[in-house]
């Protein structure tokens, strides 16, 4: 469960099953609002409320790092986390701007820690 305020949290992956075994383990652990993504052109069209965006660096349409790249350039202050099976993962995330990064198939200590420590974004809305 999780110790803070449920932070709202973007999934993108071209893998169903990733997708949705990762929503899933988010809302056992309290974070109930979770958006998904098959793309990284769906993840950036959703992007905007949420604290925290899973971004698979190697989807069609768009890659992870394409959507992070595209992200930071426009000013979020999301907390971004690169999720691949890619050795050179680390390399990638740092170049796109990614605040952290995890190996498929993934470690659920190491990914609920990460998602524990991202601060909760303050969006103010336009009137």
Not at 12 to 30: F, I, N, P, Q, Y
Not at 61 to 75: F, K, P, Q, Y
Request: proline share 5%; charged share 25%; net charge negative.
């Amino acid at each position: 469960m999780t110790t803070g305020k449920p932070k709202h949290v973007l999934i993108a992956d071209d893998e169903r099953d990733c997708r949705d075994s990762l929503a899933l383990m988010l809302k056992v652990w309290g974070h109930v609002r979770i958006d998904l993504a098959r793309n990284g052109a769906e993840a950036l069209e959703l992007a905007g409320p949420q604290d925290i965006l899973i971004l698979d660096i190697q989807m069609p349409v768009m890659t992870g790092d394409e959507v992070a790249r595209t992200l930071r350039a426009n000013g979020t202050t999301a907390f971004l986390i690169a999720l691949s099976g890619n050795r050179h993962l680390p390399d990638i995330a740092r170049g796109a701007g990614f605040n952290a990064y995890i190996s498929k198939p993934g470690d659920c200590e190491q990914l609920f820690g990460l998602i524990e420590s991202a601060p909760v974004r303050e969006v103010t809305h336009a009137r």
